[in-house]
């Protein structure tokens, strides 16, 4: 430190500043938010400190200084984490007769209250799916009132809530579906349904969910454009939206593991978590399925509409009787605040 120049001596402080930040990033996620609920947005952005920490390493690296260490040993850690948030190949094996597939969705009423400014959104929804034909599709956001008519599915479980603004969830199956259910949240506009499907000589449990938002603009330009009228009230208000609504993700999360523990059969889980790929809520909800990004996607797999920063916050999870044959996120098809995302998947044999 002391041979440091005082700009390095700089560097060095807020390297230091950003190593702690991204450790207590790394163990939040077996942190229940309830108990640090504002630390929890550490989750959110820590592929942020990743890159960060690659920098660092890279301008120690350069000067053939010591202090790249300790960022070398956070990227070594960070390893387990970079899948989640990009992958470099796909994986698109052959298909087969068993093969079945599996969309999600949050079309965002499909355009009721035309969000979009374009009449169509909710036909081109609908041309899309018909297009890409999935075997079975997860809505959020769902509405009746938008008159999109997915005829093609014969079987489906739809679950509206609300007065004047009737919203929900729903899942379309080209296959038998014999029981269905919703576990009733309590908060507006979120839940959490299910259908038991009949594939063949399989059965098969689809979760579909839709958890509490965080409410944060995904156009930055909002935010940038109001920095001068930001004030403490109104950062306050911000942070306690923030510490309120991982709350209530976590009692959500409470309810759907205590809902799927009794579960007979092989389990599928789409839906919009709200929440980053290194939270808390991500590592409870998946528990020991094969998160189908990960196992074969390819790139940052966005599935929301934030500009500058690939938020991937929608999922599908697989039991790990079955083969992730596929995986595809449609940042291209810019329709709602979020993207489709879809996977092929069998049982294995």
Same mark, same amino acid.
């Given at each position: 430190?002391?041979?440091?120049?005082?700009?390095?001596?700089?560097?060095?402080?807020?390297?230091?500043?950003?190593?702690?930040?991204?450790?207590?990033?790394?163990?939040?996620?077996?942190?229940?938010?309830?108990? $640090?609920?504002?630390?929890?947005?550490?989750?959110?952005?820590?592929?942020?400190?990743?890159?960060?920490?690659?920098?660092?390493? @890279?301008?120690?690296?350069?000067?053939?200084?010591?202090?790249l260490?300790?960022?070398?040993?956070v990227?070594?850690?960070?390893?387990?984490?970079?899948?989640? $948030?990009?992958k470099?190949?796909?994986?698109?094996?052959?298909?087969?007769?068993?093969?079945?597939?599996?969309?999600?969705?949050?079309?965002?009423?499909?355009?009721?209250?035309?969000?979009?400014?374009?009449?169509n959104?909710?036909?081109?929804?609908?041309?899309?799916?018909?297009?890409?034909?999935?075997?079975?599709?997860?809505?959020q956001?769902?509405?009746?009132?938008?008159?999109?008519?997915?005829?093609?599915?014969?079987?489906?479980? @739809?679950?509206i809530?609300?007065?004047?603004?009737k919203?929900?969830?729903?899942?379309?199956?080209?296959?038998?579906?014999?029981?269905?259910?919703?576990?009733?949240?309590?908060?507006?506009?979120n839940?959490?349904?299910?259908a038991?499907?009949?594939?063949?000589?399989?059965?098969?449990?689809?979760?579909?969910?839709?958890?509490q938002?965080i409410?944060?603009?995904p156009?930055?330009?909002?935010?940038?454009?109001n920095?001068?009228?930001?004030?403490?009230?109104?950062?306050?208000?911000?942070?306690?939206?923030?510490?309120d609504?991982f709350?209530r993700?976590?009692?959500?999360?409470?309810?759907?593991?205590?809902?799927k523990?009794?579960?007979?059969?092989?389990m599928?889980?789409?839906?919009?978590?709200?929440?980053?790929?290194?939270?808390?809520?991500?590592?409870?909800?998946?528990?020991?399925?094969?998160?189908?990004?990960?196992?074969?996607?390819n790139?940052?797999?966005?599935?929301?509409?934030?500009?500058?920063?690939?938020a991937?916050?929608?999922?599908?999870?697989?039991?790990?009787k079955?083969?992730?044959k596929?995986?595809?996120?449609?940042?291209?098809?810019?329709?709602?605040?979020h993207?489709?995302?879809?996977?092929?998947?069998?049982?294995?044999?």
């Open positions: 430190m002391k041979k440091l120049s005082w700009f390095n001596k700089v560097m060095y402080v807020l390297n230091g500043i950003l190593i702690l930040l991204t450790f207590v990033a790394y163990v939040l996620p077996f942190l229940a938010p309830k108990a $640090f609920p504002l630390l929890s947005v550490l989750t959110l952005i820590l592929p942020s400190f990743l890159i960060l920490n690659g920098l660092f390493f @890279i301008y120690w690296l350069l000067q053939f200084k010591r202090q260490v300790l960022s070398g040993i990227l070594l850690i960070g390893i387990t984490f970079i899948n989640k $948030f990009y470099l190949s796909s994986t698109n094996l052959p298909k087969t007769e068993k093969d079945f597939t599996v969309m999600s969705y949050n079309v965002r009423l499909f355009n009721l209250f035309e969000w979009i400014n374009d009449k959104v909710g036909k081109d929804i609908l041309a899309f799916v018909n297009e890409k034909n999935p075997d079975i599709i997860c809505i956001e769902y509405s009746e009132n938008a008159k999109i008519d997915l005829r093609v599915y014969k079987y489906k479980a @739809i679950f809530e609300g007065n004047k603004i919203t929900g969830q729903a899942i379309f199956s080209k296959f038998p579906i014999f029981n269905q259910g919703n576990l009733h949240l309590l908060q507006d506009g839940n959490i349904i299910f038991d499907i009949k594939k063949g000589k399989d059965t098969l449990r689809v979760y579909n969910m839709h958890l938002s409410k944060i603009s156009d930055v330009n909002e935010i940038s454009n920095v001068e009228t930001i004030n403490k009230e109104k950062s306050q208000m911000v942070f306690g939206r923030l510490r609504a709350k993700q976590e009692f959500q999360t409470e309810i759907f593991s205590n809902h523990k009794d579960c007979p059969y092989p599928i889980i789409c839906g919009d978590m709200n929440n980053s790929a290194f939270s808390y809520i991500y590592r409870n909800i998946k528990g020991d399925l094969n998160d189908c990004f990960e196992e074969a996607g790139g940052f797999g966005q599935t929301y509409n934030f500009k500058y920063y690939p991937r916050i929608d999922y599908i999870f697989a039991d790990k079955m083969k992730v596929w995986f595809k996120n449609f940042s291209s098809f810019n329709k709602s605040d993207f489709p995302i879809m996977t092929r998947l069998s049982f294995a044999d």
